[in-house]
Each structure stands twice: as structure tokens, then as C-alpha cells.
């Protein structure tokens, strides 16, 4: 039977011992203190954002990472398509298969996702939570409306929703706002330097026309050419910044967008007309009333091109920069020297990501001829 009693190298030893199991405990609870420091710092790191202030002046606090951007309406998901499509989650209305040539193939079969803005508005919170997207985006108008919608949507969802200022005017601030955003600065920048130089090439051209030399147009919208876009809106504003003067002026309480009656139209009795419609281009000389106005009578019939994208407001995206530098060309050949197929070539490249062949190019610009 062993003794209980130990001697000296028995004490010894297990001091030994202790000493050594307190080391390792001490070691270990400093490993663990280490670790729940860099969980939590990297927990810190994880919900840091960044805060911005969007066009309508709101500040909308945004993740560091932004990989999954959702458009809220047609213009948004243009700018995000041209400015960062590597992040673009999904189309408010999938693409049709006459599009799809004229788009960059990353984002062909993104899903269809609705609206949250607009009229026609398909999607809601449900879909947007469903999305998981880290941020939500607004391009185009900035009015109270869409500040509510803006700010309704976020408080729901917990999800940042930016506004940005989609007019003319604004264009190049605004792709540099969404490129601090998104942290793609160096594309926004590129971008944004370019739409500066086809605003200022257009604007030297239309500022220096004569009133008599500006062409009246109307900008005839829908199956029957009734739906037009009132002076001053951002529907219109590309006639008008070409050097077009808008003969619709519908008062300003009546908003973009306005319908009138074929009787107004004679009486306003546009020199110009541009519509987004064939089947109307193609049957104004023979529509009842259309006749009698100076555009059926000389011929000056216009039809927007509309892929991937319409040219003139659908949607009032980026894409009406193609549309604008069209019109400018049409409302004054003779101040331009390029071709339309050169401009057309260089702004998918550089805006779409897509090199057009002659055959898409053909397609794209068919019927956009004038009308005898």
C-alpha cells in the first residue's frame, strides 16, 4: 500500500505541476480575450458605414460594402447597368430578345424584379427584403414625392435608399455621387467627363442658333401620338437642351407627362415632331388631323431608336445622352461634321460596354430616318 506522506521531491514536483497548469490557463484565457477582441472589432468593421448625402440633401448611412445594388425604377437601372453592372441584382422589366444583342452579356439574365417607382409600380418591400440588396437607388426626379417613397422604403426595410438628381444638369454630379457610393470613382469619373464634353459640344451648337432657326417640335408619345411631355419636364428637356423649342406648355402644375387633345396640337402646329412609336410614325401622314400640321406637310417626322434603350425618355436615363447628341444633329446638320453611326459606335463602348457591329448598327438606327 502506498504512503500517504510525500517527501520533498514530491513537493517539488508538484508545485511544478500547478505552476505549469496556471501558465497554460493564463495563456489560454489571454488567446480567448485576444480572440473576442478581433470578433469584436471585426463585428465594428462589419456595420461601420459610411455616411452620404444623396441629391434630395437626405443623409443615407451606407454599408463599407456595397456588392448587391437594386434600381428602384428605369432610370436607375440604366445608370447602374452603364456604372456598375457587376452589382446590378436585376432589371425592373427583363430584357426582350430584340435587346439583348445591344447589352453587355454579365448582365443579360439578371431577373426581373418590378418597380418601386413610378406609375405601373410592380415591386413593394416584400420584394425588395427578398432581394437582399445592400443598397437601393433612385435616378431621375428628386421632388417630395419620391423623398416619401425614399424614406418609407428605407424605414421598412432597414435598407439604404439613394436619390440622385437624374436632369441634364446634374448627370455628371450625380455619376460621381454614385461612384463614391459604390467605390467604382475611377469609371464614374471617366463618365462623368464624358457626359460633360457631349453636353458642352451640344449646348456651344444650340446656344448659338438664331430663334428662327429652332425648330417647333412635339414629342408625340403612346399608340395615338396624345401623350406628350409638358415644357420644362425631365421628359422633354433633351428637345429643348438640342435646341428644339418645345411648343407643349401645359402650365407648370401639370406635371411631366400630360395628355392633350389632337386640337391642341394643331394649334401649337409643331415644324417637328419625334415620337417613340413606329406603328404612329409609319400612319401620321393619314391619321385624322395630323395632316394639317407643318411636320406631316414638309416630312419632319422623327423615330426614336429604342435599344437597348429608348433615345429620348424611355427611360430619362443616361441613354438620352445618345438621344440628345441624335437630335442636336438632326435639328442642325449642318453644324456637325461626324456621322451619327460614329457617335452611336462610340457612346456603347463607352457607356454600354458594347462593341456594335454593322449589322446591330443597321437594326439600331432603322426607321430613325426622317419621314417623307
Do not use: C
Request: no cysteine; glycine share 8%.
Amino acid at each position: 500500500m502506498r504512503s500517504l506522506l510525500r517527501g520533498p521531491r514530491d513537493v517539488a514536483a508538484n508545485h511544478a505541476v500547478v505552476s505549469a497548469d496556471r501558465h497554460r490557463l493564463a495563456a489560454g484565457a489571454i488567446r480567448l480575450v485576444v480572440a473576442a477582441v478581433v470578433v469584436a472589432v471585426g463585428s465594428v468593421s462589419a456595420m461601420a458605414g459610411r455616411l452620404v448625402v444623396d441629391s434630395s440633401g437626405r443623409k443615407v448611412e451606407l454599408p463599407d460594402r456595397i456588392d448587391r445594388v437594386m434600381a428602384a425604377g428605369p432610370p436607375a437601372s440604366v445608370v447602374l447597368y452603364v456604372l456598375a453592372p457587376e452589382k446590378l441584382i436585376g432589371w425592373i422589366r427583363k430584357p426582350q430578345p430584340a435587346e439583348l444583342p445591344y447589352l453587355a452579356p454579365m448582365v443579360r439574365n439578371l431577373p426581373e424584379l418590378g418597380r418601386l417607382t413610378g406609375r405601373g409600380d410592380t415591386a413593394n418591400v416584400e420584394v425588395v427584403m427578398a432581394a437582399k440588396p445592400d443598397v437601393v437607388v433612385d435616378f431621375g426626379s428628386v421632388t417630395p414625392t419620391y423623398v416619401s417613397l425614399a424614406d418609407r422604403v428605407q424605414s421598412q426595410t432597414g435598407i439604404p435608399y439613394l436619390l440622385v438628381d437624374g436632369r441634364f444638369a446634374d448627370t455628371a454630379t450625380g455619376l460621381r455621387l454614385l461612384g463614391n457610393a459604390l467605390a467604382v470613382e475611377d469609371r464614374a469619373e471617366r463618365l462623368a467627363h464624358r457626359v460633360e464634353e457631349i453636353l458642352a459640344e451640344v449646348d456651344r451648337v444650340a446656344q448659338s442658333m438664331p430663334a428662327e432657326r429652332r425648330p417647333h417640335v412635339y414629342l408625340a408619345r403612346g399608340p395615338n401620338g396624345l401623350e406628350t411631355g409638358n415644357r420644362g419636364s425631365i421628359n422633354t428637356e433633351i428637345i429643348e437642351r438640342a435646341g428644339g423649342m418645345n411648343v407643349v406648355d401645359a402650365g407648370s402644375g401639370r406635371g411631366g407627362l400630360v395628355n392633350v387633345s389632337i386640337e391642341q396640337v394643331l394649334a401649337w402646329n409643331p415644324d417637328t415632331i419625334v415620337t417613340t412609336d413606329r406603328n404612329l410614325a409609319d400612319s401620321l401622314r393619314s391619321a385624322p388631323g395630323w395632316s394639317e400640321t407643318e411636320a406631316v406637310r414638309r416630312g419632319r417626322i422623327f423615330l426614336s431608336p429604342n435599344l437597348p434603350f429608348g433615345w429620348v425618355d424611355a427611360p430619362p436615363s443616361l441613354n438620352r445622352l445618345l438621344g440628345l447628341q441624335w437630335l442636336a444633329r438632326l435639328f442642325f446638320p449642318d453644324r456637325f461634321t461626324d456621322d451619327i453611326r460614329a457617335v452611336t459606335k462610340d457612346f456603347f463602348a463607352a457607356f454600354y460596354q458594347v462593341d456594335l457591329g454593322d449589322a446591330e448598327l443597321d437594326r439600331l438606327l432603322d426607321g430613325a430616318r426622317r419621314r417623307q
